[in-house]
């Protein structure tokens, strides 16, 4: 297959870029000689690239699409942020923005709108989740070059013009801005006359301050005991995590330590404040999604036997970025460290330098022992392991890639058109309505490869001239197979992937809100929350070797 002018341009950049990237680091002091020697090659080839390349070359571009496919290698979460990456990062951990108040998801040639925030200019305009913006003040996004999603922004009140997909009909709109503030703590309740619950979906800068917040308005309401939902919640701010453990154990106490071969980035975090409350019985969901500062506050907890901890596996995530500052506005965001819990453990589940064939990370699976204060026995390598797994909580990565390829996505957006509910006590998933989604999945196509399929991919591709129509037969019916094992797979994993879709359904026909009032009535994860909160010494019995 013929190269394109993007391909042959990128490998010609992504090896020279390397010494660019790692100027400043502690390893130039031992490798000056071939950190110049890179920088010499870098600057000569891409000087003379842009000289004597055949067509106009825009080395801005070129730049930008050979540091991110170098940093592809490693994990990732080491990235590099452009001027307008730099400002939506500040955003995401801010929790302030002005705009339409709506979550989005950019395309090539489109933007999808992912959620429409209750009571903002998006959600007052009519825009809807799975709606298909495909020009923004005129400009047509299927030949935009950039981030469109940054278009939607801007000053408070002012105004953008939209045009857009809905269920294959095209239509406009005119979208105020507003600030828009992005909670931390979207809802918290009484889920029963002595429970609290309060569901904290980031870590932002509003965080700690928001679940304090909170914790003592459910306590003055009659909270006897607490369930901290962080199921879904990607992470953020170590610093919030931190502040969010010292609501729960006393000023002094060690949560966190990083490790890393920059001297300076070896530290230990301790609380730093005087708790909240230390007695109350605490109970802390987490899934497959939560990762990063929620495995910092659910780990903590755990080890300190502070928590039970309830639901499924968290990701895995146990590394550590920073952003580091370099010249115009752009800024590397990278690894730094390694965090460790009280116990000493590190979580991280994969390992980002060594892959298999198909070059994916290789999952852990020699987990080491660890003890928690009490002495209870608790796992590194794989995320944080509940004390109690509950079976609509856990996810896989073939659930993972439900999500991540817009199937669950696409039969939310068609259900929500075909089935109107209008009040929440009269919402129902049906099985019925599961089999619809199946066949739907099975028409929509899985796109998610095993390390197996990768490699049946590899070998189908590198296949010489003796290939045969036989062997060429071979690869459709294992390929097909494959399919079809895949379809059987959305039987064996039905509660969690119902989960899944009843969420993002009720989202759409209640709002945030709606989830979560359903959620305390329904949710099995929450029920069984509230059950071990309730019966004291199955709780004790829990923290206790």
Same mark, same amino acid.
Request: glycine share 8%.
């Given at each position: ?6 391909q042959?341009l ?5 090896v020279a ?5 790692w100027?400043?680091n502690?390893?130039f ?6 950190i110049?020697k ?17 067509d106009?070359?825009?080395p801005g571009?070129?730049m930008?699409?050979?540091?991110k ?11 590099f ?5 730099v400002?939506a ?6 929790g302030?923005?002005s705009?339409?108040?709506a979550?989005v ?7 999808v709108?992912?959620?429409a ?7 007052? *305009? ?11 003040d005129g400009?047509d ?9 940054e278009?939607l ?5 002012t105004?953008?013009?939209?045009i ?5 009909k095209q239509m ?14 979207p809802?918290?309740?009484?889920a029963?006359?002595?429970?609290g619950?309060?569901?904290l ?5 509003? *965080? ?5 917040e909170?914790?003592?308005?459910l ?14 919640n ?8 931190i ?6 154990v006393?000023?002094?106490e060690?949560?966190?330590t990083?490790?890393s ?16 409350d230390t ?11 939560s990762?990063?500062?929620s495995?910092?506050?659910s780990?903590?907890?755990?080890d300190?036997d502070?928590a039970?901890?309830l ?5 895995g995530?146990?590394l550590?970025q920073r952003?580091?500052r370099?010249t ?6 990278v690894t ?11 979580i991280? *589940? ?5 892959r298999?064939e198909?070059?994916n990370a290789?999952?852990?699976s020699?987990y080491q022992?660890?003890?928690?204060r009490?002495?209870?026995?608790v796992?590194?390598g ?5 004390e109690i797994?509950?079976a609509e909580?856990?996810?896989?990565d ?17 259900f929500y058109?075909k ?9 129902r998933?049906?099985?019925?309505d ?5 066949n ?15 490699l049946?991919k590899?070998a189908r591709e590198?296949k010489?001239?003796?290939a ?15 399919q079809?094992e895949?379809l059987?797979a ?15 359904l ?11 009032t ?11 929350a509230?059950s071990?909160l ?12």
């Amino acid at each position: 297959m013929k190269a394109t002018k993007k391909q042959i341009l990128k490998r010609s950049l992504v090896v020279a870029t390397v010494a660019v990237l790692w100027v400043g680091n502690t390893s130039f002091a031992n490798n000056f000689f071939e950190i110049a020697k890179q920088i010499e090659i870098f600057t000569t080839l891409f000087k003379e690239l842009n000289m004597n390349y055949v067509d106009d070359t825009n080395p801005g571009d070129l730049m930008d699409t050979a540091i991110k496919s170098m940093l592809e290698d490693l994990d990732p979460y080491t990235t590099f942020l452009n001027e307008q990456d730099v400002e939506a990062y500040k955003i995401n951990n801010s929790g302030e923005y002005s705009g339409i108040g709506a979550s989005v998801r950019s395309y090539a040639d489109k933007v999808v709108i992912v959620e429409a925030y209750q009571g903002y200019p998006a959600d007052q *305009a009519g825009l809807k989740a799975g709606d298909e913006i495909i020009s923004i003040d005129g400009t047509d996004l299927s030949g935009f070059e950039g981030n469109a999603s940054e278009l939607l922004k801007g000053a408070r009140n002012t105004e953008v013009e939209l045009i857009y997909k809905r269920q294959d009909k095209q239509m406009t709109a005119a979208v105020g801005r507003a600030n828009v503030e992005v909670d931390a703590v979207p809802f918290y309740a009484l889920a029963d006359d002595k429970t609290g619950y309060i569901a904290l979906t980031r870590f932002n800068r509003k *965080a700690s301050a928001q679940t304090k917040e909170a914790l003592i308005d459910l306590k003055a309401e009659g909270a006897e005991r607490i369930v901290l939902d962080l199921r879904g919640n990607p992470g953020g701010l170590l610093s919030e995590a931190i502040e969010i453990v010292n609501l729960f154990v006393p000023k002094g106490e060690l949560i966190v330590t990083t490790r890393s071969k920059v001297k300076k980035f070896n530290r230990e975090y301790r609380t730093k404040n005087k708790a909240v409350d230390t007695e109350i019985p605490l109970a802390i969901l987490v899934d497959g999604r939560s990762a990063s500062a929620s495995e910092i506050v659910s780990g903590g907890l755990q080890d300190l036997d502070r928590a039970v901890i309830l639901g499924g596996r968290s990701f895995g995530k146990g590394l550590v970025q920073r952003p580091l500052r370099l010249t115009y506005g752009t800024q590397l965001k990278v690894t730094i460290s390694r965090y460790y819990t009280p116990s000493g453990r590190c979580i991280q *589940a994969l390992d980002y330098w060594n892959r298999d064939e198909g070059g994916n990370a290789v999952r852990n699976s020699n987990y080491q022992n660890f003890t928690t204060r009490s002495g209870r026995t608790v796992q590194d390598g794989g995320g944080v392991l509940p004390e109690i797994l509950v079976a609509e909580a856990q996810t896989n990565d073939f659930i993972r890639s439900l999500q991540g390829n817009e199937v669950l996505f696409n039969f939310a957006t068609d259900f929500y058109y075909k089935n109107p509910f209008k009040e929440l006590g009269d919402f129902r998933f049906t099985p019925q309505d599961y089999q619809t989604f199946k066949n739907f999945a099975k028409k929509e196509g899985i796109q998610f490869n095993t390390p197996t399929e990768a490699l049946l991919k590899k070998a189908r591709e590198s296949k010489n001239d003796l290939a045969s129509s036989d062997i060429e037969a071979g690869f459709d019916e294992l390929e097909k197979r494959f399919q079809q094992e895949k379809l059987k797979a959305l039987d064996t994993y039905q509660v969690p992937i119902q989960k899944y879709i009843e969420e993002e359904l009720l989202k759409r026909y209640f709002y945030r809100k709606g989830l979560y009032t359903h959620y305390l009535k329904e949710d099995k994860v929450i029920q069984e929350a509230i059950s071990v909160l309730g019966n004291s010494n199955r709780y004790q019995q829990l923290l206790r070797p």
